[in-house]
Nanobody
Framework: QVQLVETGGGGVQPGGSLRLSCSTS????????MGWYRQAPGNQRELVAT??????NYADSVKGRCTISRDYVKNTVYLQLSRLKPEDTAIYYC?????????WGKGTLVTVSS
């Protein structure tokens, strides 16, 4: 069973930055996709960014403001968010896909407000 734990959420003013981290309990290979999704109140969960075998993919809403990275030794994935907007407010979930099975963390709340 793979367990994921997200950290780094919190409150930030518009224009600010945050770095989210997600550590995993199991061995994750580079070919396993790891990523971040988010869910705002009243909305469905949506893709933010994924990282697979060295390639990163971003949602249009965060392109240019977001960087996903992985530490293969620590089995950790990071999400650097910058120039944050109020519409970025959501619970951010870490995801890893292994052999077609999705594993999720419990999420970390990011609130962007002045």
């Amino acid at each position: 069973q793979v367990q994921l734990v997200e950290t780094g959420g919190g409150g930030v003013q518009p224009g600010g930055s945050l770095r989210l981290s997600c550590s995993t309990s199991g061995r994750i290979y580079s070919g396993n996709s790891m990523g971040w999704y988010r869910q705002a109140p009243g909305n469905q969960r949506e893709l933010v960014a994924t990282h697979t075998a060295g390639y990163a993919n971003y949602a249009d809403s965060v392109k240019g403001r977001c960087t996903i990275s992985r530490d293969y030794v620590k089995n950790t994935v990071y999400l650097q968010l910058s120039r944050l907007k109020p519409e970025d407010t959501a619970i951010y979930y870490c995801n890893v896909r292994i052999h077609g099975v999705d594993y999720w963390g419990k999420g970390t709340l990011v609130t962007v407000s002045s």
